[in-house]
């Protein structure tokens, strides 16, 4: 049960409709929205008080609320929000006058795609703005605490801008016999170097200068401030102080033999199970490959690979004989490698590699060869014969991608796409051949929708909708889920491609066929079930609809009364016609009707007066988190108040928790359902 971010909208039009249009426009294209709307200057200064709004849609020419005086409101705020001017059509003139003002786009009433576009852009540009803010306040954070660290550390460690020490801890003061930092502040640190390495080092420093990469190490001898000297081993690392890029430099004594110094390095980057990379050092790799990326580099990759049936073959080998088959893995993974290749094992049971310079058909036979190569693999583990296959997942890195996070959750989600497919199989997203790779994708999921429909590859599951007032009966909400090749799917994954190419419909006919027959088979039950069966809102353009349906109910011998369809207020809105037609021809044959997400419209009750409805469902964003926000208790008081005038039956649905239940109770609320009631499972189980 996951729920997109509510963005909060304010709306300025003169015609309540016009600004109904505008929320249903956003919700049809799957931008979760609480809207209100203001109809006067003092309302809004309010609403911008109570309702923190992300967004601010105006009519500049609304007569009830001037748009400067809008803008001068925002701008006092001192809150950061976008505003958008909601305009029939644009000219030179307008745009000039309306972007003057400080106004962040323009959005066409009569064009939905540009409405949405530009309030998703606006969206992500806050989001983007919000995000800085907080990486900002952390750098901030962690500089503080990092410096505290450096004062602490045992490390001689310093900070170098253009040669010159600009910090430097009290070790680093120790080391070079110096008492405070104002000693060594405006030194340079060729100061610090014996003369018989001054000309290399200087050297050195003009490379530094002309922006190469510095070594990771550099072996030399150190003078102290009285001249005496010392053999030393300097580490260098980008960083910044105080907003300017400089050189971390760490002296360390060299008093381990080089080689031991080196083979204890190479320990501490290597797992000791596979001898691959371990996460930390695999990490820093991929770090270094964004960076080279930015810094104009290309054609580097990473995969992501993981084993099949983790789970089952651990239990089958336990822990000794799980160790060798991840050694096998790790070794036919280097077998497939280069030189500019590296491999880690980045978890448990997952490992990583990263690929260097190679085009994208390339980077595909690669991971096509390694996976062979670990189905090839037979492992003796706990005396049986054990073979393993893998899935992997990938991305190229490039410009639009050169970000570790987004990196790694490309290839993370290319890896899930190839072990919901069934595994053995890898996935490798590019970049810039998104277009043909999704389109690749919405043909095999619309081929695996088309399959459920003809082999009765869907599921039902099923979820008490219980009465808080002692209603006789059963009740319980069905919900569908989809057969793939490596498990059930929601929803969520396939519902999108089934409406883009028309599949909706006969996935209502699938669901309301299969409903009724679960119904025939209660009817000899004492106690009578009635089922919440959801419609698509394509489902409202299908004439024969409600007729078969009652062909169906009438073969089955099941009373109309059984079911109660459903369907979401802002879908309704939008099909308000077709919608009271639909509704019309249901109830004849003795079914009822919900709306769903009630009270998330600007005026939801009006609707009410054109379509007739036995069941409310509220909105989730008013009942999540139900006991920490106040003004969502009130709205929900408020609905089952209404509801009751007009006689309708309210259902909270989303109900995580027991304190939820009381105020629910209290409010009037007449049933509830979610996970903490009870889950929803393939049989029904009701809870009284």
């Known amino acids: ?65 001037d748009y400067t005086t809008v803008v001068r409101a925002i701008e006092a705020s001192g809150k950061d929000m976008a505003l958008l001017a909601l305009l029939d059509k644009i000219d030179e003139d ?38 800085v803010r907080r990486l900002e306040a952390s750098l901030r954070e962690s500089e503080r605490r990092c410096d505290s660290l450096l004062d602490s550390s045992r490390d001689p460690i310093a900070y170098v801008h253009e040669g010159t020490h600009v910090r430097a801890n009290r070790a680093y003061l120790e080391m070079f016999g110096f008492d405070d930092f104002e000693d060594v502040e405006g030194l340079t640190l ?42 030393a081993v300097m580490e260098f690392s980008p960083a910044s102080y105080e907003g300017e890029p400089c050189l971390q430099i760490v002296f360390r004594r060299q008093e381990v033999d080089p080689e031991l110094a080196r083979q204890l390095e190479e320990m501490k980057s290597r797992d000791p199970l596979t001898s691959l990379y371990n996460r930390a050092h695999f990490l820093v790799l991929v770090d270094e ?26 239990e089958a080998v336990g822990i000794a004989g799980i160790d060798a088959l991840l050694k096998s893995m790790a070794a036919a993974i280097a077998a497939i490698l280069r030189e500019d290749d590296h491999a880690g094992r980045i978890g448990e049971h997952a490992f990583g590699v990263l690929l260097g310079p190679r085009p994208h058909d390339e980077v595909q036979r690669v ?16 005396g049986r014969s054990v073979s393993l296959t893998a899935s992997i997942g990938g991305s190229l890195l490039g410009e639009k991608n050169a970000n570790t996070q987004t990196l790694l959750a490309q290839a993370s989600h290319a890896l899930h796409s190839a072990q919901s497919q069934g595994g053995n199989r890898c996935d490798i997203h590019d970049p810039a051949a998104t277009d043909k790779a999704e389109a690749a994708k919405e043909r095999q999921w619309l081929e695996l929708i088309d399959g459920a429909l003809a082999n009765n590859g869907f599921v039902l599951y099923y979820q008490p909708v219980i009465s808080l007032h002692g209603n006789e009966g059963e009740y319980y909400e069905v919900l569908l889920r989809m057969q793939g090749p490596s498990g059930e799917v929601l929803p969520a994954y396939f519902f999108p491609i089934a409406e883009r190419h028309g599949r909706l419909p006969a996935i209502d006919h699938w669901v309301i066929g299969r409903a009724i027959e679960v119904l025939a088979e209660r009817q000899n039950r004492p106690v009578a079930t009635t089922l919440f069966v959801k419609l698509s809102a394509d489902s409202l353009q299908d004439g024969d609809l409600a007729k078969w349906t009652g062909e169906r109910l009438q073969a ?10 459903e369907m979401p207020e802002s879908k309704v809105v939008t099909s308000l016609k077709p919608a009271r037609e639909l509704i019309g021809q249901l109830r004849q044959l003795g079914c009822a009707f919900a709306l769903e997400q009630f009270g998330s419209g600007l005026n939801s009750f009006q609707l009410l007066k054109h379509i007739d409805v036995d069941y409310l469902k509220i909105d989730r964003s008013f009942t999540r ?10 709205k929900v008081r408020e609905i089952c108040s209404q509801a009751d005038a007009a006689g309708k039956h309210t259902i909270a ?15 009037g609320v007449h049933f509830v359902q979610g996970n903490f009631l009870r889950e929803p499972e393939k049989v029904m189980a009701y809870v009284a």
């Open 1 to 65: 049960m996951m729920q997109d971010p509510v963005t909060r909208i304010v709306i300025i039009e003169d015609a309540a409709e016009d600004a109904e249009q505008i929320v249903s426009v956003l919700r049809n294209g799957g931008i979760a929205v609480r809207p209100q709307r203001v109809t006067s200057e003092d309302e809004f200064a309010a609403t911008l008080e109570s309702l923190n709004p992300d967004l601010v849609l105006a009519n500049p020419a609304a007569r009830e609320v």
């Open 289 to 314: 490959a964004v960076k080279a990326t930015v810094d104009g580099g290309k054609d580097q990759s990473l995969l992501l690979i993981e084993p099949d049936n983790f789970q089952s073959v651990n």
């Open 653 to 667: 649905e989303w109900v995580e928790d027991a304190a939820s239940m009381t105020i629910l109770f209290s409010a």
């Open 190 to 231: 060729l100061d610090l170097i014996a003369p018989a390495h001054t000309a290399d080092f200087k050297d050195l420093l003009k490379r530094l200068s002309r922006g190469e990469k510095p070594p990771p190490r550099l072996e030399l001898a150190a003078q102290r401030a009285d001249g005496s000297t010392f053999d």
């Open 94 to 131: 307008t745009i000039s006058r309306v972007f003057s003002t400080g106004t962040r786009g323009i959005v066409l009433r009569k064009r939905p795609d540009v409405i949405q576009a530009v309030v998703r852009r606006e969206l992500d540009a806050l989001n983007m703005r919000r995000s």
């Open 625 to 634: 988190d139900l006991p920490l926000h106040d003004e969502n208790q009130l």
């Open 556 to 565: 089955a011998g099941v009373p109309g009364s059984a079911i109660v369809f």
């Open 367 to 382: 991971a096509e060869a390694i996976r062979a190569n670990i189905e090839a693999q037979i492992v003796e583990a706990a």
